[in-house]
């Protein structure tokens, strides 16, 4: 279950600047030292170690995104971009059921009509935090409409919590 947090856009924008800086100097020192340490060990002098160099390279992204997805997950200077990638891996589970989330909203059904407004709540703050106005203001209208219909049925639009069995409801609908 995701849920959205509130975040400072401009804060958001130098905290994940600063671990992606992190990360790439990590993986150039890796690919750099495994690619020369594959030359030394395996390679022949004035020979062709391309293949040598490329298999550090690629060691280098394997150790990178281990590192990455294991203990530098939980770390909190990578707690900004990993909340960014989840905000956009639960927006990318709605926007893959949009046709039935969009049908069963007119059909008034309740758990598509709480999932919508989560994706519009989700879509605006994604928007906010990567400086994307021209993209958000195209979708106001939609979510004015939207968010007055919740009101006029009683359901709460405070729908920051990405419920799952909204999305096995319409998966199995």
């Not at 060691?59 to 909340?83: D, E, K, M, N, S």
Request: aromatic share 8%.
């Amino acid at each position: 279950m995701f849920e959205l947090k509130p975040c400072d856009p401009v804060t958001y924008r130098q905290q994940t600047r600063r671990s992606t800086l992190i990360v790439a100097v990590l993986f150039l020192g890796l690919a750099m030292l495994l690619s020369s340490l594959a030359v030394m060990l395996f390679g022949e002098p004035g020979g062709d170690n391309f293949r040598f160099n490329v298999g550090g390279v690629f060691a280098g992204v394997l150790i990178t995104v281990a590192l990455v997805r294991g203990p530098f997950w939980t770390q909190p200077w990578l707690a900004p971009a990993v909340y960014g990638w989840q905000l956009k891996r639960s927006l990318m589970s709605v926007t893959n059921v949009m046709h039935k989330v969009t049908e069963r909203v007119q059909a008034n059904d309740p758990a598509a009509i709480k999932l919508l407004r989560f994706y519009h709540l989700g879509v605006t703050q994604m928007h906010e935090l990567d400086a994307n106005s021209s993209a958000q203001a195209q979708l106001v209208g939609e979510i004015e409409a939207h968010k007055a219909k919740m009101e006029a049925l009683g359901i709460d639009t405070d729908q920051t919590r990405l419920d799952t069995t909204w999305l096995q409801s319409l998966k199995s609908a």
